[in-house]
């Protein structure tokens, strides 16, 4: 036993590189070959998991009459219009820039199906507006408490309502509308397309990155640690609630207010620039 010797992460770092340098190899093929031929076809299949685990995320905030097949379809379009719009040479993860692509076309058939009912729209606008309202008077963000003082309700009809919109939340932060107007123009797609070379997609995108970047700054700390796990470790809301000793409806509650947060900060400014 004294000579025998344990390497246990060399098999974890030559399946990691074998990955990329697969993949590496993939996009050349694809590069040469172009859309519509059977290296897209492996490259659709490489990313399938991807597509999976987007859907699987947006779906566990739905409600279950919405399909999720629907989804699923919707998915593999905005996977299949990121491989041709990706250039591997561009430096930015594919899996990043995908990920976009994929919500979007998500979150376009959600919005055609029309599942979150207007009146939900109507509530989440009007906690919208007290939030605003509120900070702007108060200098910070508020908490539960003192939100529910501001809508002249009681906390427990407070995080009721938290919960009657927790749909629209869950998707507002991939589709925060320019202004006002929910038939406007979401963020993203008032972005200039990846593929063509506009000079302003990268002002525009690293100004979204600063002002989030900026705001979370200003949240609560379990606000920002839910936020963290879920959007960057991708934890599902159990998991998260599991490891704070919460129940999932209360890690729910405080990821739609961050969300009503930063999407409240995002219009606000959105109003000062014009």
């Known amino acids: 036993m004294s000579g025998t010797t344990l390497t246990l992460t060399e098999p974890t ?10 993949q590496a190899e993939l996009w ?10 059977s290296v897209e076809n492996e490259v659709v299949e490489q990313y399938l998991p991807l597509v999976k685990s987007i859907v699987g ?25 990121a491989i041709r719009r990706f250039n591997p040479q ?34 989440a606008r009007k906690v919208t507006e007290v939030m605003r309202e509120w900070e702007q008077k108060n200098g910070r963000v508020p908490n539960d408490m003192e939100m529910s003082k501001a809508m002249n309700l009681t906390l427990e009809q407070y995080e009721d309502l938290q919960e009657q919109i927790r749909p629209a939340t869950f998707v507002c932060l991939d589709s925060v509308r320019n202004g006002e107007s929910e038939d406007g123009p979401s963020q993203y797609e008032s972005m200039a397309d990846p593929g063509q070379q506009d000079p302003c997609a990268g002002v525009v995108k690293r100004e979204m990155t600063r002002l989030i970047a900026d705001r ?28 704070f000793g919460v129940t999932e409806s209360r890690i729910c509650q405080i990821h739609s207010q961050a969300i009503m947060s930063i999407k409240t900060y995002l219009q606000r400014h959105d109003k000062e620039a014009k």
């Open 216 to 243: 979370l700054e200003q949240l609560p700390e379990m606000q920002r640690k839910v936020l963290a796990l879920y959007y960057f470790e991708d934890l599902r809301l159990r998991e998260i609630a599991e490891a």
């Open 90 to 123: 561009c430096g930015t993860s594919f899996e990043t820039y995908a990920r976009m692509r994929i919500k979007g076309s998500i979150f376009d058939e959600l919005r055609r199906l029309d599942w979150v009912p207007r009146s939900v729209h109507d509530k």
């Open 28 to 37: 050349q093929k694809y590069v040469k070959s172009g859309p519509g031929s």
């Open 57 to 81: 995320r947006v779906a566990m905030t739905l409600p279950s009459h919405v399909d999720g097949e629907d989804l699923y379809s919707a998915g593999l379009v905005g996977l299949l219009n």
């Open 13 to 22: 770092l030559t399946t990691v590189e074998a990955t990329k340098h697969h």
